[in-house]
T-cell receptor, first 112, second 117 residues
Framework: KQEVTQIPAALSVPEGENLVLNCSFT??????LQWFRQDPGKGLTSLLL?????REQTSGRLNASLDKSSGRSTLYIAASQPGDSATYLC???????????FGSGTKLNVKP | EAEVAQSPRYKITEKSQAVAFWCDPI?????LYWYRQILGQGPELLVQ????????DSQLPKDRFSAERLKGVDSTLKIQPAELGDSAMYLC???????????????FGPGTRLTVL
């Protein structure tokens, strides 16, 4: 079974800081890895998708990297803003039924 | 922009009652997913449909949960009878289900928050 771990579980930073969120997974035979944002009591919003053949993807202030061989991905957020406060989840897609396996998320608080 | 629709947004019920959730995926999306998310945890897949067929329901408690997607479009998830431990957020997602799985992105609905008293 695929295990997905996200560290840290919670993070509090002052506005303007650059930060890195981590995601690790046990089985490197994945199709892709997706980063999501979840606001309290809401659904998930897709941020970035990295295919297994790619090393990184960028969208605005967000950059996600993937190292399949070591089972790791990072989400880099540049110049953080209070509006970035949310829970960030990573999910990997693998397996016979192409399932998505989620981590428990990192709860980010950006202080004004 | 097309979105995944879910209803109701909130549901409060007493244990042993029946509840049902509805999901309408993005038009043209062949794959539909139902997830359960307990507070503080990541979503866990309950059932996955490809068109009208179930391709994975290994984590669905089949003694009380059922799901259907009769015409391969919208879907219903039912719980009967509800138990206290079923209190959670129920999320529906859809994806195109393209042949190249590496590019297949999931899009989520707003979820249904279930509270069982």
């Amino acid at each position: 079974k695929q295990e997905v771990t996200q560290i840290p579980a919670a993070l509090s930073v002052p506005e303007g800081e650059n930060l890195v969120l981590n995601c690790s997974f046990t089985d490197s035979a994945i199709y892709n890895l997706q980063w999501f944002r979840q606001d309290p009591g809401k659904g998930l919003t897709s941020l970035l998708l990295i295919q297994s053949s790619q090393r990184e993807q960028t969208s605005g202030r967000l950059n996600a990297s993937l190292d399949k061989s070591s089972g790791r991905s990072t989400l880099y957020i540049a110049a953080s803003q209070p509006g970035d406060s949310a829970t960030y989840l990573c999910a990997v897609r693998k397996g016979n039924f192409n399932k998505f396996y989620f981590g428990s998320g990192t709860k980010l608080n950006v202080k004004p | 922009e097309a979105e995944v629709a879910q209803s109701p947004r909130y549901k409060i019920t007493e244990k042993s009652q029946a509840v049902a959730f509805w999901c309408d995926p993005i038009s043209g999306h062949a794959t539909l997913y139902w997830y359960r998310q307990i507070l503080g945890q990541g979503p866990e897949l309950l059932v996955q449909f490809q068109d009208e067929s179930v391709v994975d329901d290994s984590q669905l408690p089949k003694d009380r949960f059922s799901a259907e997607r009769l015409k391969g479009v919208d879907s219903t998830l039912k719980i009967q009878p509800a138990e206290l431990g079923d209190s959670a957020m129920y999320l529906c997602a859809s994806s195109r289900g393209v042949a190249q799985l590496g590019t297949d992105t999931q899009y989520f609905g707003p979820g249904t928050r279930l509270t069982v008293l």
